[in-house]
């Protein structure tokens, strides 16, 4: 599996956190870890809004398995997330959520609160957030005497979001166009679609 990092300008200073403690948690399950930034030596700022878009535009054409994304309080990532094409995001606070959300739902971006309750020892939860999170198989069930029917469930709500949000396609048509012109020019997420992509278009 390929997973991305990346996460709004407000938390730039948290990317490399972010990214060290994807690769240790991920990175002991065989997964491969990019890093997409925003960089904290970066200059241009990227809202959560922003940020999404090239979410759910790797994620879309299949350039990556999974995205570990955030903002301050990673609530209004989830949320623009989950409006666009190809992605189901989790809020993940805790390990707890992180362990249930990746048994469960199976989802594939994970937006974590990189500012609100993030004190001392922060970087702590944030690690064994991302443990749990991937620890055992995505969208396997749980707990186990339920697991087929939480799989069913998990099914249904990718094929109900794939019918009920359009294609990025006919999305990226629709986009204020200072909005994908600005997605369009991130050099290094272009690339890895150029280079990885695999489809298109993309519904869910």
Known sequence: MRVGVIQASSQRDKNPLIYECTKKAAGRHGHEVINFGVFPDEREDWTYVETALLI?????????????T???????MMLACNSLPGVLCGYLPTPQDAF??????????ASLPLGLGFGWMGEINLQCTL??????GFG?????????????????????????KRGMTECLERY???LTVKALTRGNVMEYIE??????????
């Open 56 to 68: 759910s535009l790797l994620l879309s054409r299949g350039a990556v398995d999974f995205i570990v």
């Open 70 to 76: 955030g903002c301050s309080s990673g609530q209004g």
């Open 100 to 109: 249930l959300f990746g048994r469960i739902n199976g989802g594939n971006a």
């Open 131 to 136: 443990d749990k999170l991937f620890e055992g």
């Open 140 to 164: 396997v069930g749980w707990p186990p005497e339920e697991a087929e029917r939480k799989r069913r469930d998990a099914g249904l709500l990718r094929k109900l979001s794939g019918i009920t």
């Open 176 to 178: 204020p166009r200072e």
């Open 195 to 204: 280079k990885f992509g695999k489809v298109a278009g993309g519904g869910a």
